[in-house]
């Protein structure tokens, strides 16, 4: 079973007429041969003076001030592309903000600032918040993660990296049964430590099978649970290159007959969570969250062979 033309052709539609800049340009990066540029152009829009990013770039969160987590939600957006311009202002900028110690408390990044209070959000972005995403992995592993791969070897910025990232190695691997969230960020901090070809400066083969035994382990083998906030097989497995693959090879088939059945009305896929309060906002970020899942879903239906185009 695929994703037939006329269904991709109603996704296609949907986000020409409802996804934000940012996310329309990176649609049309993946599946429509657009350029690099629109995308960066469309993420600089969210990144304020002090280098560091706001205003709902996570739409979840409707700060427009600074946080750690706007920032590595840049990081994604860059590492998505594939982006490797170290002097690139918006590069530039993320280290300005990592560097001037900003939102941090000893040798992590805050996950969640008081300032968020003072706006819209889920309720997982809240001070008082206990959330399972609540962790010094998050953002702290792909925020440094990012030095590593784009700050100058010479430089302070660069050695508080590695001393950070080396003191996450070491704290993971003495206890990996992290929840998804933050596993998924020591997960990108590898592959930015393999992007920078540091990989000898860390234990990084017992890394990559720790991370792939706890990320095997929480993975939902019932697909009856997936309808709710729940780990799939996706959340690590992205493409049949990916770590874990291949002993999970036909539980990720069955995520992807799942997505091509669970299509909503629109031809698109519904959130399986809300924030429970700023129904007006959130009805905004609920469309803006949609177009992110949309490209994900056919991004993975695409690396297995799934898209009929």
Known sequence: MKLLLEDYEVIRRWIHRNARPLDLARWKFHFENGGTPPVLEALSAYQNEDGGFG???????????????????AVERLLELEFGDAEHPIVQGILKYLDSGADMEGQTWSNVVASNNDYPHAPWWHTS??????????????????????????CALFERGMEISQGLADLFLKDPELEMHPLKCVATLL??????????????ASLQEAVQAQSARLIIRDAAEWSGYSCRPSAFIKSPQSPGY?????????????????????GIWNLNWSWAGYEREFAVSENWWKAHIAIENVLLL????????
């Open 55 to 73: 205003h709902a770039l996570e739409a979840d969160a409707w700060n427009p001030n600074s946080t750690p987590i706007m920032a590595a939600t």
């Open 129 to 154: 918040s206990d959330s399972t995403a609540r962790s010094f992995y998050n953002p702290t592993a792909i925020l440094a993660g990012f030095i590593l791969k784009f700050a100058a070897r010479d």
């Open 191 to 204: 592959e930015c430590i393999a992007w920078g070809d540091l990989q000898e400066q860390f234990p990084y």
């Open 246 to 266: 291949a002993d999970l090879a036909g539980l990720v088939q069955q995520e992807l007959d799942y997505l091509l059945d669970t299509r909503n009305p629109e």
């Open 302 to 309: 695409q690396a297995f062979g799934r898209l009929a185009v």
